[in-house]
């Protein structure tokens, strides 16, 4: 039997009609638009047709020829003539569409070339797996710091101290008077600094000494499993951290979550921005909530965090001096057990851009070095022999390092 081939046709979808429906446009698989002028065009948005070669008769082809994948988003936001969509993380803007009726929170489901075409649900839909923000979850974030550690395992950095002390446990603790004062309250402490040099480990310190409800919100971890929902966690935790007597809301790692908005950004960072943003703008002078945020790369913040009565005071943690050196040294011995007379000093003057992380690491190897000698007590000569692992160890990670990949 001989097969019939019809004359060559193209495939079009319908993308507009007019009112009068004597002008349709039409999308071609090849991204060009035709215009189609006529009495009584027959077809409406979405119906995929064949258009003959003379482009002269139009008729209906099955729509699985050019098949379009549906998306599902949640409407966030409705302005005259424009809808913002949320689908999957990502926002679009569309056109209101005419023929569906939308609030704020509906699920719909839409199309590409055409837009939203149905309501699926008044409410919004939540991520598979993901279980709702309620206080339990809230209750995850208050971390308890209590009697891990104290300021006497913070060696050295008198002055970072010091300053932590007063624009994080003086405002908390004396919130009545600085209120009668009618000063601006400090709301965001910002700790900078390369990594390993304390930044975590003070904030826990301090948020242990204040007596205040302590909320620790790890960037990458929010980022990752609370994903679709952080904005929606931040709410809530700034919500209840408002509530308490005194309350320290901490970022860790603050650029992973909140780098520059900029077009290539994250959506989820760019909404988490908004929504810290939005939560600090929101303090009542009654509300006695300190945010301290760490980062090591400061550049990479949001310019908006920055600003008055968000994060505009900053605390930098830079490499220690030789007698920071030696007071970390001291402070991180200071839990084990140790003979007497250890070269803390020679150590010191050794250790020169070492950072407080990559001091302390001596200790580990000189614990090992004991114990592989049969011994549960630090000699000086483990203690040694800890600094020359541990500067090996430095040497090849800078040997590694191309010129290329140094900050
Ligand atoms: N001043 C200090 N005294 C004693 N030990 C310290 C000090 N600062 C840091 N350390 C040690 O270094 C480790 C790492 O510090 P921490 O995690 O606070 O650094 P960080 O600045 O937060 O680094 P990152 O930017 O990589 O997160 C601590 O767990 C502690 O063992
Ligand atoms: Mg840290």
């Given at each position: 039997m001989d097969a019939e081939v019809s004359a060559p046709q193209t495939v079009a979808r319908v993308r507009y009609v007019s009112e009068d429906r004597t002008t349709a446009h039409l999308d071609l698989r090849s991204g060009e638009v035709v215009t189609c002028t006529t009495q009584g065009f027959d077809f409406g948005p979405g119906d995929v047709v064949f258009i003959s070669a003379e482009r002269d008769a139009i008729t209906l082809a099955p729509s699985e020829i050019w098949h379009e994948e549906p998306w599902v988003g949640v409407v966030r936001l409705l302005r005259t003539g424009q809808v913002v969509i949320d689908v999957g993380g990502r926002l679009k803007v569309l056109p209101e569409p005419s023929s569906v009726d939308l609030?704020?929170?509906?699920?719909?489901?839409?199309?590409?070339?055409?837009?939203?075409?149905?309501?699926?649900?008044?409410?919004?839909?939540?991520?598979?797996?993901?279980?709702?923000?309620?206080?339990?979850?809230?209750?995850?974030?208050?971390?308890?710091?209590?009697?891990?550690?104290?300021?006497?395992?913070?060696?050295?950095?008198?002055?970072?101290?010091?300053?932590?002390?007063?624009?994080?446990?003086?405002?908390?603790?004396c919130h009545e008077a600085l209120k009668k004062i009618g000063a601006r309250p400090i709301k965001g402490v910002l700790f900078t600094g390369p990594p390993g040099t304390g930044k975590t480990m003070l904030a826990r310190i301090i948020a242990d000494r204040a007596n205040a409800e302590f909320y620790e919100i790890s960037g990458p971890e929010v980022l990752s499993k609370w994903y679709g929902q952080s904005e929606e966690l931040i709410r809530k935790i700034f919500e209840d951290a408002a509530m308490q007597a005194r309350a320290i809301?901490?970022?860790?790692?603050?650029?992973?979550?909140a780098s520059q908005r900029s077009e290539d950004s994250h959506e989820a960072s760019r909404r988490i921005?908004?929504?810290?943003?939005?939560?600090?703008?929101?303090?009542?002078?009654?509300?006695?909530?300190?945010v301290i945020a760490t980062t090591n790369r400061p550049q990479d913040l949001d310019a908006a965090l920055r600003r008055p009565g968000r994060f505009d005071w900053e605390i930098n943690f830079t490499l220690p001096s030789v007698k920071d050196r030696e007071a970390i040294?001291?402070?991180?011995?200071?839990?084990?057990?140790?003979?007497?007379?250890?070269?803390?000093?020679?150590?010191?003057?050794?250790?020169?851009?070492?950072?407080?992380?990559?001091?302390?690491?001596?200790?580990s190897e000189?614990?090992?070095?004991?114990?592989?000698?049969?011994?549960?007590?630090?000699?000086?000569?483990?203690?040694?022999?800890?600094?020359e692992r541990v500067a090996s160890h430095r040497k090849r990670l800078a040997a590694n390092l191309s010129p290329d990949s140094e900050r």
């Amino acid at each position: 039997m001989d097969a019939e081939v019809s004359a060559p046709q193209t495939v079009a979808r319908v993308r507009y009609v007019s009112e009068d429906r004597t002008t349709a446009h039409l999308d071609l698989r090849s991204g060009e638009v035709v215009t189609c002028t006529t009495q009584g065009f027959d077809f409406g948005p979405g119906d995929v047709v064949f258009i003959s070669a003379e482009r002269d008769a139009i008729t209906l082809a099955p729509s699985e020829i050019w098949h379009e994948e549906p998306w599902v988003g949640v409407v966030r936001l409705l302005r005259t003539g424009q809808v913002v969509i949320d689908v999957g993380g990502r926002l679009k803007v569309l056109p209101e569409p005419s023929s569906v009726d939308l609030r704020e929170g509906n699920t719909v489901k839409g199309f590409d070339a055409l837009g939203i075409t149905e309501v699926l649900s008044e409410d919004p839909v939540r991520y598979i797996d993901l279980p709702a923000v309620d206080s339990v979850t809230v209750e995850q974030f208050k971390a308890s710091t209590s009697g891990v550690l104290s300021f006497d395992d913070f060696g050295g950095y008198p002055e970072i101290v010091e300053r932590a002390k007063e624009l994080i446990e003086v405002p908390l603790e004396c919130h009545e008077a600085l209120k009668k004062i009618g000063a601006r309250p400090i709301k965001g402490v910002l700790f900078t600094g390369p990594p390993g040099t304390g930044k975590t480990m003070l904030a826990r310190i301090i948020a242990d000494r204040a007596n205040a409800e302590f909320y620790e919100i790890s960037g990458p971890e929010v980022l990752s499993k609370w994903y679709g929902q952080s904005e929606e966690l931040i709410r809530k935790i700034f919500e209840d951290a408002a509530m308490q007597a005194r309350a320290i809301v901490f970022f860790d790692e603050m650029d992973s979550l909140a780098s520059q908005r900029s077009e290539d950004s994250h959506e989820a960072s760019r909404r988490i921005v908004g929504q810290l943003l939005s939560a600090m703008d929101g303090f009542t002078i009654e509300s006695n909530v300190v945010v301290i945020a760490t980062t090591n790369r400061p550049q990479d913040l949001d310019a908006a965090l920055r600003r008055p009565g968000r994060f505009d005071w900053e605390i930098n943690f830079t490499l220690p001096s030789v007698k920071d050196r030696e007071a970390i040294l001291r402070a991180s011995a200071r839990s084990l057990n140790t003979r007497e007379g250890l070269a803390h000093e020679q150590i010191a003057e050794r250790t020169t851009n070492w950072s407080p992380a990559e001091l302390s690491a001596i200790w580990s190897e000189a614990a090992l070095l004991a114990v592989i000698d049969s011994r549960d007590i630090i000699l000086n000569e483990d203690y040694i022999g800890g600094y020359e692992r541990v500067a090996s160890h430095r040497k090849r990670l800078a040997a590694n390092l191309s010129p290329d990949s140094e900050r």
